[in-house]
Each structure stands twice: as C-alpha cells, then as structure tokens.
T-cell receptor, first 112, second 112 residues
Framework: DAKTTQPPSMDCAEGRAANLPCNHS???????VYWYRQIHSQGPQYIIH???NNETNEMASLIITEDRKSSTLILPHATLRDTAVYYC?????????????FGTGTRLKVLA | NAGVTQTPKFQVLKTGQSMTLQCAQD?????MSWYRQDPGMGLRLIHY???????DQGEVPNGYNVSRSTTEDFPLRLLSAAPSQTSVYFC???????????FGEGSWLTVV
C-alpha cells in the first residue's frame, strides 16, 4: 500500500504558484520525502527530496512540516509545461527495503 | 552515458505468448526495478533487485519473472501473456550512494 496520500487532481493558473500537498503520516525517522513528476506517458522525472528541512532547487521548493507528517511541493511560477502527474513518495536512506511505492499521484493542470 | 534503456518500445502479443522486456543501465547502479502503469493509474512495482543474483517481489509480481545475472541488465519476462498485462512498463535504477531513482522511457505492451 502507498505510504502517501495526495489529492487526485488540481488546477493552477499559469504564472501563479502551484502548491501540491502530500500526507505521509506514517513516515519513519529514516525516510526521505521524494517528489517526481510524469509528463504524458514519459518516464517519471526527479524533482526534489528532503528529510526534515525545507529544500529548494531550480525546479521547485519542498516544505516539510515540523512533525514530518506532511509536505508541500511548490512550483513558484507554474507554466503550461508543468502540467503533469506529481508523485510524492517516501524512501528509506539506509539499506533495507527498496519497495518504492508510488501511488496514484496528483494530476496538475496548468491553465492558460 | 545513456542512462536507463528499455527495449522494445512497443510490442503486441497474442494471449499465451511469452516475451522478455529488456532493461539496461550504464550507471553501475546496484538497484533496479520494474513498474507497470495502467491507463490513468499510478505506478505499481512488479519486481526489484538490489544487485546481481538478488531479486525480490513488489506489489504485483504474478505472471512475471526476473533475473539479474549482471549489474547492467534486468530483464522482465512474461511467461504466458494475458490481456490484463496490457500496460506501459517502466524500468528504473539507482545507486546505493544516492536515493534518486532514474527511469527509462517505457515499453508499451498490448496483449490481444
């Protein structure tokens, strides 16, 4: 079973910030939060990951709550090319299980 | 550096036929895995491997076989194809020193 819960779909106006939430209330202390996206039927693409601090890269920002039970992916200025399915997953950073369970993700539609 | 390469990209099978989907990576990654994605659905883990000679089942392993004789290759075998196996198949890999998963571009399989 997926260890994360995401809304099935969201809309965002072009040029505005897209805020995609993810619930991971059963996350363990040794698990990262990872975000991927899948455009059309291409292979999923890595966006960003974090453990407990907020992270930012050239693609997005990741905000993780203090209790680590939820997070938000922020695309600061969404473009039409950001229309995709976004997956939030939890990944252990020590050796052990490698069952990366993706779930169904959030389908983000950026509107012109 | 080609990353993760999947072949064939498209395949049509008749019910009962067998075939092998090939996956190769040139990043010396220990971990490799296979996912399937049905129309409008998320990714589901079929099998994974943490190194040559080591494989394990994912969420939906039935009807599929895998082996890992080399670090580079992780073929997925359909023993007796069924229409329910019509799907897009993605291969993925990662190294132990990092947590980012890299995906191939997918193999579209139709079983008639």
């Amino acid at each position: 079973d997926a260890k994360t819960t995401q809304p099935p779909s969201m809309d965002c106006a072009e040029g505005r910030a897209a805020n995609l939430p993810c619930n991971h209330s059963t996350i363990s202390g040794n698990e990262y939060v990872y975000w991927y996206r899948q455009i059309h039927s291409q292979g999923p693409q890595y966006i960003i990951h974090g453990l407990k601090n907020n992270e930012t890269n050239e693609m997005a920002s990741l905000i993780i709550t203090e209790d680590r039970k939820s997070s938000t992916l922020i695309l600061p200025h969404a473009t039409l090319r950001d229309t995709a399915v976004y997956y939030c997953i939890v990944v252990p950073f020590t050796s052990g299980t490698y069952k990366y369970i993706f779930g169904t993700g959030t389908r983000l539609k950026v509107l012109a | 550096n080609a990353g993760v390469t999947q072949t064939p990209k498209f395949q049509v099978l008749k019910t009962g036929q067998s075939m092998t989907l090939q996956c190769a990576q040139d990043m010396n990654h220990e971990y490799m895995s296979w996912y399937r994605q049905d129309p409008g659905m998320g990714l589901r883990l079929i099998h994974y491997s943490v190194g040559a000679g080591i494989t394990d089942q994912g969420e939906v392993p039935n009807g599929y076989n895998v082996s890992r004789s080399t670090t580079e290759d992780f073929p997925l075998r359909l023993l007796s194809a069924a229409p329910s196996q019509t799907s897009v198949y993605f291969c993925a890999s990662r190294g132990f020193s990092g947590n980012t998963i890299y995906f191939g571009e997918g193999s579209w399989l139709t079983v008639v």
